[in-house]
């Protein structure tokens, strides 16, 4: 049985997309996912969520070897931030940290940031809603699929 959440599923589902699972609680962190994977830590896409001053989300995908800079955020959006809590992941996500994903989130306003350090790798691997998976794709098809905007922010 499948931990994913239906709206992921059916979001990776209609993109022909489908997640490696493992144990429960296996890949809560880039370094965990990396291992388990069997990829060097920069290739696991690390989505974080990011609240800005101007009360808007964004969540930032990132390699997962990258640290996000906070200045270069405040520059490629026009507002400060801070990362967002656990409730406030979980609230405006419905993911808990250690499974936030760029999937399944039409209809939020949360805005998708794609930082150009996933762009060195031809395979990336974000969460898919838990913390116990990992969807192989392209960088560019996860532009494509999430409409999310390429910023440099680490």
Known sequence: MSNIPLKVQAFLESHGLSALEFE???????????QRIGVPVGQIAK?????GKDDAYRLVVAAGDKKINSGALKRATGAKHRMANADETK???????GGVCPFGLEGTAIAILLDVSLDQYDTVYPAAG????????SPDYLQQITGGVKVEVT
């Open 91 to 97: 609230e405006a996500t419905g993911f808990l940290p």
């Open 47 to 51: 989505s974080i969520l990011f609240k």
């Open 24 to 34: 429960p609680g296996s890949t809560p962190t880039a370094e965990k996912a990396a």
């Open 130 to 137: 838990t913390d116990a998976t990992g969807v192989p794709l």
